[in-house]
């Protein structure tokens, strides 16, 4: 299958080498793919997690607080893409800044 417009897929990684899997295969059917890291402070992603409806249980965190803290520690650096820094964006404001770096009008 081959899209003729923009695909955003939304993906969370930490370990180089499932994200070096993972692109190396995108990549041999798109070698135009471009990446973004999308940031956020921990404070912003708790917040953002709790309106999700993740909770802290007995004083263990949840699975996803768990990995979010993992992937702030993985993205200090541009490994994983293009950073986009998202405390003050709003989902449809994030989607926006993707296209207007991809070059797209819509």
Sequence with gaps: ????QTVIVPMAFYRRDYF????????????QLRIFCLKASFATILQRL???GEKTENGEKSWSIRKAG????SHRDDYFGKTIETDKLNANQVADEILKRLGNRY
């Excluded at 299958?1 to 003729?4: G, S």
């Excluded at 070096?20 to 070698?31: A, Q, S, T, Y």
């Design 20 to 31: 070096d899997e993972i692109v190396g295969g995108i990549r041999k059917f798109d070698n």
């Design 70 to 73: 993992q992937c702030l520690e």
């Design 50 to 52: 709790e309106i999700r």
């Design 1 to 4: 299958l081959f899209a003729r």
